[in-house]
């Protein structure tokens, strides 16, 4: 990670897949087909692409995106312990807000179908396999590709994109700024992909059970 960067064209490739399966996703979505397995789909294609691109121009394959391979545990564990640490803070900047008079709920709070097998489905597809395709993206391979100009401007423009991907159209989405910057930040201490990954997963499935209960 401190010598070798993403080249350009592994990172022009990964793009122009993510883009092209999104507009396909798109189209898609205008047919009787459920959107989440639409997503779901989707997300484990660009998944596979963005592999495939790693394989094809990185000489050290999926190592160069931080995915080393086994053991898994270590990364697993440094993410979860990230996660609780990270936990606490929200908890004592939520614990601050509602002092304030502001509910912190409505800042992270998601709309969650009504079903109980449509709410299933969410989970698995937001809560898993989507963090798992926009970290290979956002920080595997965007990250890096930046981060030859140095770790600030790796952190902040995959950030910037990242939040741009989720903007809903009106206002900042908070979750995913700070979430953007956790990720790209324990991303550069830790080396290993899966760290944010394991971060992603539990913020996401956390998110959304505190949705359940609001």
């Known amino acids: 990670m401190d010598t070798e960067y993403i080249q350009i ?6 793009l122009f897949a993510i883009l092209a399966v999104e ?12 959107n989440l397995i639409i997503i779901g789909i989707a997300r484990c294609l660009e998944a596979g692409l963005l592999l495939c ?15 080393p391979g086994a053991p898994i545990q270590p990364a697993i ?6 996660s609780l640490g990270f936990g606490l803070v929200v908890v004592v900047a939520a614990l ?9 709920l409505r800042l992270i709070s998601a709309q969650l179908p009504q079903s109980m097998l449509a ?3 969410f989970f698995l597809v937001g809560g898993v396999i989507s963090p798992v395709a926009e970290e290979m993206f956002f920080r595997g391979v965007l990250f890096g590709y930046l981060r030859r100009w140095g770790a600030w401007l790796a952190v902040g423009g995959s950030t910037l994109l990242f939040v741009l991907a989720h903007a809903p159209g009106r206002g ?12 790209a930040l324990t ?8 760290v944010p990954i394991t971060i992603h997963i539990l913020g996401n499935l956390a998110i959304f059970t505190i949705s359940i209960l609001n």
């Not at 991303?187 to 899966?194: A, F, T, V």
């Open 9 to 14: 064209k592994t990172a022009a490739s990964a």
């Open 23 to 34: 507009c396909l996703a798109v189209w898609v979505s205008q047919t009787r087909l459920n």
């Open 53 to 67: 691109s790693v394989y094809l121009f990185e000489t050290n394959g999926s190592k160069a995106i931080g995915l």
């Open 77 to 82: 564990l440094r993410g979860v312990l990230w």
């Open 96 to 104: 601050v807000l509602y002092l304030a008079g502001i509910n912190p």
């Open 119 to 121: 709410l299933a489905a």
């Open 172 to 183: 900042v989405p908070l979750p995913q700024l700070v979430g953007g910057l956790l990720f």
């Open 187 to 194: 991303y550069e201490k830790e080396k290993n992909l899966l």
